[in-house]
C-alpha cells in the first residue's frame, strides 16, 4: 500500500534553514510524483512544490521560488524540500502527497505533516 511520511520540521529564527523529507513506500511503479503542500493556522491548504520521478520536472509556487529546492533520492524512494531564507509567513504543517493538483481535503494520502515554525 503507498504511503508518504513527512519528517524533519522543527523551530528556526527567520533567515534559517530546514530540510524536509518525505519517504515513499508501497510503489508499484518507478514513475512517481510528490508534491508538498502546507497548511498555515486558520488558512487553507496550499501548493508548496511539486517534482516528477519521470523526468524531474519541478514547479513552485510564487511565495517560495528562489528559497525552496525540492529534490529526490530515486534509490532511497524520497522527495526532500530544502527551505532556505525561511520567514515567519513559512510557519505551517507541511504535508506530501503522491500529486501536484490540490485533491480536496478528504484526499487519502493526506498525512500528519511535519510542523514548521518560524519565529525569533
Known amino acids: 500500500q503507498l504511503q508518504l511520511v513527512e519528517s524533519g520540521g522543527g523551530l528556526v529564527r527567520p533567515g534559517g534553514s530546514l530540510r524536509l523529507s518525505c519517504a515513499v513506500s508501497?510503489?508499484?511503479?518507478?514513475?512517481?510524483?510528490v508534491g508538498w503542500f502546507r497548511q498555515a493556522p486558520g488558512k487553507e491548504r496550499e501548493g508548496v512544490s511539486c517534482?516528477?520521478?519521470?523526468?524531474?520536472?519541478?514547479r513552485y509556487s510564487e511565495s517560495v521560488k528562489g528559497r525552496f529546492t525540492i529534490s529526490r533520492d530515486s534509490a532511497q524512494h524520497t522527495v526532500y524540500l530544502e527551505m532556505n531564507s525561511l520567514k515567519p509567513e513559512d510557519t505551517a504543517v507541511y504535508y506530501c502527497?503522491?500529486?501536484?493538483?490540490?485533491?480536496?481535503?478528504?484526499?487519502?494520502?493526506w498525512g500528519q505533516g511535519t510542523q514548521v515554525t518560524v519565529s525569533s
Open positions: 517534482i516528477s520521478s519521470r523526468d524531474g520536472n519541478t
Open positions: 508501497g510503489l508499484t511503479s518507478e514513475d512517481y510524483t
Open positions: 502527497i503522491p500529486r501536484c493538483s490540490y485533491p480536496g481535503d478528504d484526499y487519502e494520502y
